[in-house]
């Protein structure tokens, strides 16, 4: 059976294609045939709303879970920050590979608008709410279209400074020398991590990409995943989480914002490997307990 290709589908920007490539070159060296398929997403292509005003969890995925479940391609590569916590029906997970840098970074044109008035970029609530958090003074844009636009886009504007996740950057070498990691922000689930899904009645495919998952990248961005998924209940919101396991233990960091960052609510727990089971969903109910439920609320109240 190694004789059937396997048609990989991509989003065809620059770093999905990356992505695609990689996990290309991992089932080639297995001794797999492969061939890529690069699929337009709607996301890709309205790029004068924000990504949370187009009402589509999932937007980036959407069309190449259409093409897989229109037997168009046999597997897709993914973000997998960018991936809706539930996969639709006959799409499973099939390999997480091994989690790259999951820091935000702030690529600037100079710093000292830091202690004063500045305008940043970006087309995430949750980076919004976390620079408001801490700079309440300043001005935050919507920034959207892929990693390259965006970054052409900060040059040709009068913005100070715009945020990215390193990762993305740094896999299509993009990473400029005027950065600055913001290792005080949390990041999204997942973030940095690559999730390759395939059709769940596809055994050969699901047993071939399962040589390519990374298990300490899936226990922890399962974690920050669950957490999400309790948080939420299909509404976007600033969520943060961050689960690292340094030796035997794990330790988890989950924060919601209000939208305009006021208000943070906050949990930092630590387990043992292997006792992880529910952590996210646990951690998830502490904050709604601790006043998540209201700033939950008030998000839904303000996206209607």
Known sequence: MLNKTIRIGTRDSELALW?????????????HKTELVPVKSTGDIVLDKPLYELGITGIFTKTLDIAMLNDDIDIAVHSMKDVPTALPKGIVEAAILERANVNDILVHKGLDFLNSSGTIATGSL????????????????????????????LTNSNWNAAIFA????????????????????????????????????????????????HEKSEICVHIEREFLRELEGGCTAPIGALAKIE????????????LDGKEKVEVIKKVTVGAEQGLGKICAQEVLNNGGEEVMKEIKTMMK
């Open 247 to 258: 030796g035997e233990e794990i330790q988890f960091k989950g924060v919601l914002f209000s």
């Open 166 to 213: 390193a990762a993305g950057l740094e896999r299509i070498d993009l990473k400029p020398e005027n950065y600055i990691d913001l290792d005080w922000m949390v990041p999204a689930p997942a973030q940095g991590a690559m999730l390759v899904v395939a059709k769940e009645d596809d055994d050969f495919c699901k047993e071939a990409l399962a040589k390519l998952n």
């Open 19 to 31: 992505q695609a490539h990689t996990v290309q070159e991992c089932l080639e060296n297995l001794g």
């Open 126 to 153: 949750r980076r919004k709410a976390q620079w408001l958090h801490k700079y309440p003074d300043h001005n935050v844009v919507d920034l959207r279209g892929n990693v390259n636009t965006r970054m052409q886009k």
